[in-house]
């Protein structure tokens, strides 16, 4: 959007804003973000009822605003809410207009949303709840979209077993957010990612399917997994 046009008083903003969410196409497009579950602009102008080149247009606008966000995973583009406080906002005028947003619905088999292989790494909704506690426990830290790990994560990993200094010599990246296709939210990625796949293999938390990327991790194998990394 041309810096001319952008409104430079609170009034004007809000205004701005209330004019993105007031149509009723990318009202349900943000509606439909409010689970945390990232989307396609294919998925989103089904969910709007809009053709594709309308759901861009409406999906520029909303990024131009400063209330979605892009995320580039391969070959697919997500679109997710831009942060907490956009979601909190849209929250609060839910409950105004009394109603609730609509729930995510994977269609990912079972078998392969639990758990399974992302290149050389973890995922499916295992992984996404690893990744989610290693940054609630504050292990992992966000650096400006590259992970690093605390004082306390470098020697909890330590104590796993996991060389940190030698993964951090490596010519990849040592630690990202790696959007999951079938949970629309992050697993952990990069060096550090496929460090923790080897460490769940050797442990026998988790185990390989044959001529699949479904991994096999039984209950008793998942919460070793996860209380290994949050009992220390």
Request: proline share 3%; with cysteine; glycine share 8%.
């Amino acid at each position: 959007m041309d810096d001319s046009t952008v409104p430079h008083t609170a009034d004007g903003r809000l205004a701005q804003l209330a004019g993105a969410i007031a149509e009723p196409a990318r009202a349900r497009m943000l509606c439909s973000l409010l689970d945390g579950h990232a989307r396609t602009a294919t998925e989103l102008a089904a969910l709007a009822e809009v053709g594709a080149s309308t759901a861009s247009a409406h999906l520029s606008r909303l990024r131009d605003d400063g209330l979605l966000s892009m995320v580039a995973q391969g070959k697919h583009r997500y679109y997710r809410l831009a942060s907490p406080e956009v979601g909190r906002a849209l929250e609060a005028l839910l409950v105004v207009a009394g109603v609730q947003a609509t729930p995510f619905t994977p269609s990912t088999p079972d078998r392969l949303r639990h758990a399974r292989t992302c290149y050389d790494h973890m995922a499916g909704t295992v992984a996404v709840a690893l990744h989610d506690q290693l940054h609630a426990k504050g292990w992992l830290l966000d650096d400006g979209g590259e992970y690093r790990l605390s004082e306390a994560g470098a020697a909890g990993m330590a104590a796993l077993g996991i060389d940190v200094p030698q993964l951090q010599q490596q010519r990849r990246r040592f630690a990202c957010a790696c959007l999951d296709w079938s949970e629309r939210r992050a697993h952990l990625g990069g060096a550090l990612g496929a460090a923790i796949l080897q460490l769940a293999l050797r442990q026998r938390w988790a185990e390989r399917e044959l001529d699949s990327r479904a991994l096999r991790i039984a209950p008793d194998g998942e919460r070793r997994l996860l209380a290994a990394f949050c009992d220390r």
